[in-house]
């Protein structure tokens, strides 16, 4: 397998949340790293917009809550908690119907034990999230009453589609963005873009396209930047971001075969010094000419539109691709996966945690994670949004290729025609059953077999022994940490059964004491309580605890 590098290309990326992960994955692939955080997330004044959302929701006034982004998600619990219960909302919208757009606010709702009813597939623009909603609610869509989450700023094109394809549209802003405090950071990027002190740029969100753009204009170097970028090579992540570079005259490059940050970053690697090349040898052609470079031979680019400007996206797939492991150290490889493990957080956290950082290692088109629970493997996480399967997928041990490597404790690696492995067997609604490539390894903990994680591709792809090790010393490190997530989410999840049921038991003992009841009678007036408040058993018992705490007090005073 190809090595990818920059090979000391200067790589300048807007980043803000995950500065150093990007500085990193830029140094490993042998390129100099200049990272600037471009926007800062702030609140709202006014959280008038989500408490009214809230109050729609449990007026039963809302049938469908778009999801766009996993902060926006969290972001929107916190508001409302400050009004409502968090159990009080989140029954509530359990009882609608949830769409979101890709994996990161499917992985916030799964934290909270909600499912989406469709999602966004890849690149997960507007237009995937209308697509998925009109597979899903059909003729119907027009008779839903619709809440969009937004996160930043509005999507006038998804608003206007919205509005003309349901009932209603209902706009819930939970953050904006901002500029950064310090500019300074900013303006050198301009000055380096301008200068071409820069080889390559990374956009990753149309929100980095625009803050640059306002500190070029603020210093009056809009025509010198342009003029700057037809000397740099500039990488897109996607067709939101395409677009938005697009409307201010700034063709990209290349964008990656999948709108991932480790798949931006390994192509970028791979592709930069040949782009460069090309570009610095037309720099002196008119602007109109510049942009319509031929493709070198054997170059693995297609493109994506039949405009002038169409814009190459990578072959999914390529022989070439490198995995983060290239040029890794030992000790670098094992402080990262330690700094990624080190909190403590609960199953699911840790579960997702490992699956980013596989795929960010060993980049692929689907990754899929089962603990072995009893004489069964249940998927618990998975890197493409299956809400509807995740925590409910069950295999048995030694069926299909992952069963069998779990039951005979061995990584299996198939370059292609994975479904023809006689070991094979099809599951239903999983639809990377037919890719073509796969690598699957044990997850160890004290010689035993605790799970297996599973790693796919659409198109043929031999893995090297180095990415076989590689996923199979992840199996073994991170084998340890999942047992003890598994096993403090059980000891928490009994420990608030006790909780409930000591709670509970009280509570039927004031109600048997002060109305003379036998303590079924007591159970069943707490059971009609909840259901017509539509609160938990525990919330009804601790209303009357409080309560009776509350009378105690006023005797004594």
């Not at 300048?12 to 042998?30: H, M, N, P």
């Not at 400007?309 to 330690?338: K, N, W």
């Not at 292609?416 to 044990?442: H, Q, V, Y």
């Amino acid at each position: 397998m190809a090595h990818a590098s920059f090979d000391g290309l200067r790589v300048l990326s807007l980043e803000s949340r995950r500065a150093k992960e990007v500085e990193k994955l830029i140094r490993t692939y042998g390129g100099q790293p200049f990272v600037v955080p471009f926007m800062r997330e702030v609140k709202l004044e006014s959280n008038h917009a989500a408490l009214d959302f809230a109050d729609r929701l449990m007026r039963g006034e809302l049938d469908v809550v778009i999801f766009m982004t996993g902060v926006g998600v969290r972001a929107l619990l916190e508001i409302v908690e400050t009004r409502y219960s968090r159990t009080e909302f989140l029954e509530a919208l359990g009882r609608i119907k949830i769409v979101t757009r890709g994996s990161k606010p499917e992985a916030a709702l799964r934290e909270l034990k909600l499912r989406s009813v469709a999602t966004a597939s890849e690149p997960t623009t507007w237009h995937e999230l209308m697509s998925a909603m009109h597979a899903y609610f059909g003729d119907s869509l027009k008779d839903q009453r619709i809440a969009l989450q937004e996160y930043g700023a509005s999507n006038p094109e998804l608003l206007a589609e919205l509005t003309e394809c349901s009932a209603s549209v209902f706009k819930v802003p939970v953050y904006q963005w901002a500029l950064p405090h310090d500019l300074k950071p900013l303006r050198e990027c301009v000055h380096g873009l301008t200068h071409a002190s820069v080889d390559v740029v990374l956009f990753t969100t149309a929100v980095q396209v625009i803050h640059l753009m306002l500190i070029a204009q603020e210093m009056n170097q809009v025509a010198e930047m342009l003029a700057g970028l037809r000397s740099v090579v500039v990488v897109s992540v996607g067709p939101t971001t395409t677009a938005e570079l697009l409307h201010y005259g700034i063709p990209p490059d290349f964008e990656p075969s999948r709108p991932k940050m480790g798949f931006l970053i390994n192509e970028a690697a791979q592709y930069s010094a040949q782009v460069l090349q090309g570009k610095r040898q037309r720099a002196s052609l008119p602007p109109e000419e510049e942009f319509e470079p031929a493709p070198a031979p054997g170059e693995p680019l297609t493109h994506v539109a039949q405009s002038r400007h169409a814009v190459r996206r990578v072959a999914e797939s390529t022989p070439t691709m490198a995995g983060f492991s290239d040029g890794l150290s030992s000790f670098d490889f094992l402080h990262e996966i330690s700094r990624r493990l080190a909190a403590s957080d609960p199953l699911h956290t840790v579960l997702d945690r490992i699956l980013e950082f596989v795929t960010t290692m060993i980049p692929c088109d689907s990754c899929f994670l089962y603990t072995l629970e009893g004489e069964k493997l249940v998927l618990r996480a998975s890197r493409n949004p299956h809400a509807d399967i995740v925590d409910s997928l069950g295999i048995k041990l030694g069926q299909g290729i992952t069963g069998w490597v779990a039951e005979h404790r061995e990584p299996v690696a198939i370059a292609s025609r994975a479904s023809e492995d006689p070991r094979f067997s099809k599951f239903k609604n999983i639809p990377e059953d037919t890719f073509e490539a796969m690598l699957c390894t044990p997850i160890v903990c004290a010689t035993r077999v605790i799970g297996v994680i599973n790693l796919q591709h659409r198109l043929s792809y031999s893995h090297s022994s180095v990415e076989v090790r590689l996923l199979s010393l992840i199996g073994y490190l991170v084998g340890a940490e999942i047992e003890r997530a598994r096993l403090d989410t059980e000891n928490l999840q009994l420990a608030d059964r006790l909780e409930t049921r000591k709670a509970i038991d009280r509570a039927k003992g004031l109600l048997q004491r002060d109305l003379s009841i036998s303590e079924s009678d007591a159970y069943r007036m707490m059971q009609r309580e909840s259901r017509q408040r539509r609160k938990t058993m525990r919330e009804i018992a601790e209303a009357l605890l409080l309560n009776e705490e509350m009378k105690r007090s006023t005797s004594v005073a």
